[in-house]
């Protein structure tokens, strides 16, 4: 290996890392860290070529991101804020930033070509500020995302248009050629989207094997990015569209827990990127002017987001509150900023003070989102303006999107899984369920089950579940590494959630239990349980005295059994009994015990738990009545059928 480059990239992540632990200890955001890293490292590095072009991947990972994130439901639930909202939003900024530039004899398309510039704003901050402030389900939240998803898709299309202002004619000797190149990538982009893309992820995550997996998202990636770019097209649009064509599968969620760790870290050093590009001496010797510019960009942006706003028929706090948000220039403008300088629509000087200028909006974004308490206090004391005194929740009658809020979410659908899932179904509880089985989800799905694909102990996926907001979280896969993962995650994203754990082991609970979890439920310990009870009562031992005892061993969290092993005391009490499972279903309508055809598949009842009260010694006849709960034994083979049979009639 390259010892010069070895050294390079040693250099940068050694000063990023020093950097961005300063600015951790002083609360400051990350992305001004990373500015300022790559301000320094210019001074230090002499070749910054080999930054460029791994910054150059950042900026297609994000866009893959974009388009992977995008749904046509999510879209069409703010398509409002999004088509109007952001139409307006970007054509005001564009135009008085245009008009503003012809002001100062700039040519006319160099002027518009700034407005673009100046109109995008930084979707990486403003998002994070949303999700810190927990601002989502605010119209505030919905307006800002509607604004945001409509710039995205929007600077694809200046990308598009730029060499036409750079004074690129259109060669029509080659138009034939090119519209045929063009229908044959949307015949393949197509036929990829509706059949190839999903077939292939099927059998990927069908496999279980991660590696295979990851390689197959970023070749699709990869792959449509290099077609796009072979034909002339921008490879930032290739981007999109890959990720545009997976976000139509059930998988895309799971794929932007694979993708994400590659976004961050291209992203980190496209953010160096530009710091590198930063000229210090010109940046010093013409701060005054930066920093008027930037108050200009800051203000214009103000405006033309608060007039929009108003347009909309916003409340003024809430206007106020997206203008401050939007007001910085975004990530997606300095990618902008890279073509014009190809086509001439600037020259270095004018790039340098746009960069610095850029980093100047994006870093005072955060700040500034703090006075925005001062700024609504200012525009009260002017009567034109009805200033409401908060923040407006999304109402339920209006058309949003529905959220998921104080839900159940169940990871696994498994037998344990499908038994909660009917659990709260039965009492109208909200849920979601999250399956690594894409035969499982793809079943379910058709049926109408609210479930996903993907691997819960992945952050981006527990997000995609709404965990922030969901009031208890249930994991029952038989995966210990992932449960502990789970486990891990859900209590740092959410520290008030519930989390329930089922466990094969006793030796497991403890761990768990640090980790996070509220209840852990060991299986071979309720194995135990449930044979401890059936000798007990060979033995005709008193019900209440077998119940108290019970009860005794499950305070104590297991730690009588923990000081023997569980496999001794199952081996004690049963030696016959190795695969035996615990299961339990609701009752529905009145009838017999025996009218379960418990017997049919080799299950033994062992309780049944009615008001809070365990019922044993019974019948086959035994009247059987509405939310009782009938707790059986049985091969997991066995009561899987027996369960599928049940809810089948």
Known sequence: MDLILLQSISVILITAVIILLIFNKLKLPSMIGLFLTGIILGQLINSTDIITEIAELGVIFLLFIIGLEFSIEKFSAIKKYALLGGLLQVVLTTAIVTILSLTSSIPWNEAIFIGFLVCF?????????????????TIQGRVTLGILIFQDIAVIVVLLLTPLLGGQNIDLSTLPSTILQLIILTAILLAGALWIVP?????????????????????ICLGTTFSTSFLGISPELGAFIAGLIISNTEYS???????????????????????????????????????????????????????????????????????????????????????????????????????????????????????????VELFKKISFFQVDEELTQIKHEEHYEEELEDHVIIVGFGVNGKNMARACEHYSIP?????MNPLIVKKEKSLGIPI????????????????????????????????HKTVDSARRLNPDVHIIVRTRYVKNVDELYELGADEVIPEEFETSIVMFSRVMDYYNKDVDEILDTIDTLRSDNYNTFRCVS????????????????????????EKQLDEYDFADYDLTVTSIIRNNKTLIGFSPNFPLEIDDLILFTGNEENIEKFINQVYSE
């Open 253 to 375: 969620h799971q794929t932007l827990g694979y993708i994400q760790p590659f976004q961050d870290v291209f992203m980190s050093i496209f953010l160096i990127s530009i710091g590198l590009m930063i000229n210090v001496e010109y940046f010093i010797y013409n701060i005054v002017l930066i920093i008027i510019l930037a108050v200009i960009v800051l203000l214009v942006k103000f405006i033309a987001t608060f007039i929009t706003g108003y347009v909309l028929k916003l409340p003024v706090r809430t206007i106020i509150s997206i203008s401050i948000l939007l007001s910085q220039i975004g990530e997606f403008s300095f990618v902008l900023a890279g073509e014009g300088m190809k086509y001439g629509l600037i020259n270095t000087e004018m790039f340098t003070t746009f960069l610095a200028v850029s980093i100047i909006t994006m870093s005072a974004t955060p700040f500034l989102q703090k006075t925005t308490p001062k700024i």
């Open 431 to 435: 849920y979601i369920i999250v399956d």
């Open 566 to 589: 569980p496999e001794e005391i199952t081996a004690k009490l049963n030696e016959r009994i190795t695969d035996l499972n615990v299961e339990s279903i609701y009752v529905t309508e």
């Open 199 to 219: 077939r292939a992820l099927h059998e990927a995550a069908h496999t279980k094997n991660r590696d295979l997996y990851m390689l197959l998202v970023l070749f």
């Open 121 to 137: 704003s930084s979707t990486a901050i403003v998002m994070k500020l949303i999700q810190k402030l927990h601002l989502t389900h």
């Open 452 to 483: 996903i694909y993907g691997n819960a102990s992945n952050e981006s996926v527990l997000k995609e579940l709404k965990i922030t907001s969901a009031k208890c979280i249930v994991i029952a896969t038989n995966t210990y590494d992932s449960t």
